[in-house]
């Protein structure tokens, strides 16, 4: 079993629009990746957790108050609520 990353930092809250949204388009939307290419190969490598558990599915649904964990840095599924000021 792979060890879920351990960010240690308090995450910032990202909104989304719909219910729900795939663990790749909010890396992407969180700034954590670049582009989807990026993200598939973290996910497949288990360096993504989503509520301090590892993550190998790329299409996994995240929910309101979900937490992505990756290098050090965490964000928070918001719903409906759109922050714009990301630190990294």
């Known amino acids: 079993m792979t060890t ?5 930092a308090e995450p ?17 939307l969180a700034s ?4 989807g290419g990026e993200a598939k190969e973290l996910v497949a490598q288990g360096a ?6 590892v993550e190998t599915r ?6 309101d108050g979900d ?3 990756l290098g050090g840095q965490a ?4 719903h409906g609520e759109v922050v714009d000021n990301l630190p990294w």
């Open 4 to 8: 879920p990353p351990d960010s240690g």
């Open 32 to 35: 954590l990746v670049e582009h």
């Open 48 to 53: 993504v957790a989503v509520n301090g558990e």
């Open 75 to 78: 964000a928070r599924v918001v």
């Open 58 to 63: 790329r299409g996994r649904q995240l929910h």
């Open 67 to 69: 937490v992505v964990t």
């Open 12 to 28: 910032m809250d990202v909104g989304i629009r719909d219910e729900s949204i795939r663990l790749g388009q909010f890396l992407k």
